[in-house]
């Protein structure tokens, strides 16, 4: 007998929820935020919101379901079974934050602000949840299926990410490495670290890098078999180079790097704390993922 689906409500802590944490009280959370020009009322209203629209959903999940929650900073010690549907409650990068921790299981994001959030990721809306819950659990179930890059060091390390992964320094510090997707090629280089992602990062941080720059590179869109990288602020020096600063990757290559710092980083989507630790010698890969995010349409 099989079991029952599982929605998995995935959500995060309100800005109001956080200033609470910091100040004790709705009152002392005012004070702090008038004395830098804003009112409590705007972000106390965004919060219930949001939990009122967590709430909808909840209630929407068919009786006969099972249910979970999870809060993003619980997300990485968080066991997600294939029979699952993950429906995101938030932002665009809530659904981000979640991606690297599935493996096929059909995903819904759910606006709690629409007109606020962009809505790439979050499509859909709370009224729509009742029919959106069956659909996702069919076989034949209508989902966009969005690239996904991995990050792979020779100690078998593992990294995920929806948007892009960042490799460099922790702090500020200057990164040290060889880069090249050909080794026998690779170019010696200080920067302040690597960024490779997606066609759906090609609608933040890349961009951004992307347009700074004036690149030529066309940028992939989400469900693209295609990656872009670029290089922060490479160094010239007589021992490091610039030559190799951007470029994109397609389904079966990589890009390579060398570590040639004491220690670097290599974390997805933003979450500094689930991370990749590089030390000096290590070679980490960066490409396409196998893995693709399966977005409810």
């Given at each position: 007998?099989?079991?029952?689906?599982?929605a998995?409500?995935?959500h995060?802590?309100t800005?109001?929820?956080?200033?609470?944490?910091?100040?004790g009280?709705?009152?002392?959370?005012?004070?702090?935020?008038?004395?830098?020009?804003?009112?409590i009322?705007?972000?106390?209203?965004?919060h219930?919101?949001a939990?009122?629209?967590?709430?909808?959903?909840?209630?929407?999940?068919?009786?006969q379901?099972?249910?979970?929650?999870?809060?993003r900073?619980?997300?990485?010690r968080?066991?997600?079974?294939?029979?699952?549907?993950?429906?995101?409650?938030g932002?665009?990068?809530?659904v981000a934050?979640?991606?690297?921790?599935?493996s096929g299981q059909?995903?819904?994001?759910?606006?709690?602000?629409?007109g606020r959030?962009?809505?790439?990721?979050?499509?859909?809306?709370?009224?729509?949840?009742?029919s959106?819950?069956p659909?996702?659990?069919?076989?034949?179930?209508?989902?966009?299926?969005?690239?996904m890059?991995e990050?792979?060091?020779?100690d078998?390390?593992r990294l995920?990410?929806l948007?892009?992964?960042?490799?460099?320094?922790s702090?500020h510090?200057t990164?040290r490495?060889?880069?090249g997707q050909?080794?026998e090629a690779?170019?010696?280089?200080?920067?302040?670290?690597v960024?490779v992602?997606?066609?759906?990062?090609?609608t933040g941080?890349l961009?951004?890098?992307?347009?700074?720059r004036g690149?030529?590179?066309?940028?992939p869109?989400?469900a693209?078999?295609?990656?872009?990288?670029?290089?922060?602020?490479?160094?010239p020096?007589p021992?490091t180079?610039t030559?190799l600063?951007a470029?994109?990757?397609?389904r079966d290559?990589?890009?390579?790097?060398v570590v040639?710092?004491?220690?670097?980083?290599a974390?997805?989507?933003?979450?500094?704390?689930d991370?990749?630790?590089l030390t000096?010698?290590q070679?980490?890969?960066l490409?396409i993922a196998?893995t693709?995010l399966?977005l409810?349409?």
């Amino acid at each position: 007998m099989s079991l029952a689906p599982r929605a998995v409500l995935v959500h995060r802590t309100t800005e109001y929820e956080e200033l609470l944490a910091r100040h004790g009280t709705h009152g002392q959370a005012g004070f702090f935020l008038s004395s830098r020009g804003r009112g409590i009322e705007e972000v106390a209203e965004r919060h219930h919101r949001a939990r009122r629209t967590l709430a909808q959903v909840a209630a929407a999940v068919p009786l006969q379901w099972r249910q979970a929650r999870v809060e993003r900073r619980d997300l990485d010690r968080f066991l997600f079974a294939p029979e699952d549907v993950v429906v995101v409650v938030g932002a665009d990068g809530l659904v981000a934050n979640a991606a690297k921790y599935l493996s096929g299981q059909p995903v819904i994001g759910i606006d709690t602000d629409p007109g606020r959030n962009p809505g790439v990721l979050v499509r859909h809306r709370v009224a729509d949840t009742a029919s959106l819950l069956p659909a996702a659990a069919s076989p034949r179930c209508a989902a966009e299926e969005l690239t996904m890059v991995e990050a792979v060091a020779d100690d078998t390390q593992r990294l995920l990410a929806l948007n892009e992964i960042y490799l460099g320094a922790s702090g500020h510090q200057t990164a040290r490495y060889r880069i090249g997707q050909d080794e026998e090629a690779a170019e010696a280089q200080a920067s302040s670290g690597v960024l490779v992602g997606t066609g759906t990062g090609a609608t933040g941080w890349l961009r951004s890098l992307w347009q700074d720059r004036g690149s030529k590179l066309t940028l992939p869109g989400p469900a693209d078999p295609r990656l872009i990288w670029f290089v922060r602020e490479a160094w010239p020096s007589p021992a490091t180079g610039t030559s190799l600063v951007a470029g994109s990757l397609q389904r079966d290559e990589q890009l390579s790097l060398v570590v040639e710092s004491d220690r670097l980083v290599a974390f997805g989507d933003g979450i500094e704390s689930d991370a990749l630790e590089l030390t000096w010698g290590q070679t980490v890969r960066l490409g396409i993922a196998d893995t693709t995010l399966r977005l409810l349409l």
